[in-house]
């Protein structure tokens, strides 16, 4: 039996020491893995994706946290069926959740609606927040200021001009002259 400790953090200034902490001194002759990605899904997740592949038969995936490891129910899911497709169970450290028994199992379904409730519940106050602040600050939020004066494009392309020469004379892109036609 393998114990597979998996440890995430989102950003690349924060690190991942106090997971692994934890995780090793619950499993000190765990095979610990970390990565900096996202949690908001399982996509480009290359460690853990590498770990549900590795894993086997009577092995053990342990996460300090739920939230270290998904934070949508789909997501949760998925890892949980195919952690026990291969005969191996799933540990969250914190809550003391085993997937190895069926009120484990149970409990990490809980959480996981929970896990979700509160991601929706965070993007609704996000959008909520900047809403009010377009309302006090609209001038922030009219997007970039036009570089290049589409006038002096179509007057070039009226002369004339092709596309790539036009791009050339005002040191723009052929994709804005384009847009401009």
């Given at each position: 039996m393998t114990i597979f400790a998996y440890?995430?953090?989102?950003?690349t200034d924060q690190n991942t020491a106090m997971q692994k902490d934890a995780l090793l001194k619950a499993y000190p002759n765990a095979v610990v893995r970390?990565?900096?990605?996202?949690?908001?899904?399982?996509?480009?997740?290359?460690?853990?994706?590498l770990l549900l592949d590795m894993i086997g038969n009577e092995d053990k995936l342990?996460?300090?946290?739920?939230?270290?490891?998904?934070?949508?129910?789909?997501?949760?899911?998925?890892?949980?069926?195919t952690i026990e497709s291969k005969g191996a169970s799933l540990e969250i450290l914190d809550q003391r959740i085993d997937t190895a028994t069926a009120s484990g199992k149970a409990f990490l379904q809980m959480l996981g609606v929970f896990a979700e409730f509160e991601t929706n519940l965070?993007?609704?106050?996000?959008?909520?927040?900047?809403?009010?602040?377009?309302?006090?600050?609209?001038?922030?939020?009219?997007?970039?200021?036009?570089?290049?004066?589409?006038?002096?494009?179509?007057?070039?392309?009226?002369?004339?001009?092709?596309?790539?020469?036009?791009?050339?004379?005002?040191?723009?892109?052929?994709?804005?002259?384009?847009?401009?036609?």
């Open positions: 440890c995430r953090v989102s950003t970390e990565e900096k990605k996202s949690g908001t899904t399982t996509q480009n997740r290359d460690v853990l994706s342990v996460v300090w946290k739920l939230d270290r490891l998904a934070r949508n129910l789909n997501d949760l899911t998925n890892i949980v069926a965070r993007k609704e106050r996000q959008l909520a927040g900047i809403a009010k602040a377009k309302l006090e600050r609209p001038e922030a939020y009219q997007g970039k200021k036009p570089t290049t004066d589409g006038i002096r494009i179509k007057e070039l392309l009226a002369q004339g001009l092709k596309p790539t020469e036009v791009a050339k004379k005002l040191g723009i892109g052929r994709a804005t002259v384009y847009r401009y036609r």
